[in-house]
């Protein structure tokens, strides 16, 4: 069950990143991929700054957002380079 959870979390924030970096999401798949990575990127951010999200779904959406946020700006600008 935890598997559907971190699948439905990555949605979420995959979404939530397209809708405010790009204005639009990528898709399902896309924004699926987005969110896991935006979450793996996300929790070393937070654990770095010392941050954690208690376990919270709200707190887990926002990590893994701020971290698909983070992934999205940085492939924008090794696109750019």
Do not use: P
């Not at 699948?7 to 990143?17: C, E, F, K, R």
């Not at 969110?35 to 954690?52: D, K, N, Q, W």
Request: hydrophobic share 65%.
């Amino acid at each position: 069950m935890e598997i559907v959870w971190f699948l439905l979390i990555g949605l979420v924030a995959g979404w939530l990143a397209g809708q405010l970096v790009r204005g639009g999401g990528f898709g399902v798949i896309g924004d699926i991929v987005v969110g896991i990575l935006g979450a793996l990127i996300g929790g070393v951010v937070f654990g770095a700054l010392g941050l954690s999200d208690n376990g919270s779904l709200l707190g887990s959406i926002i990590v893994a957002t701020v971290g698909a946020i983070l992934l999205i700006v940085l492939l924008r600008v090794i696109k750019r380079a």
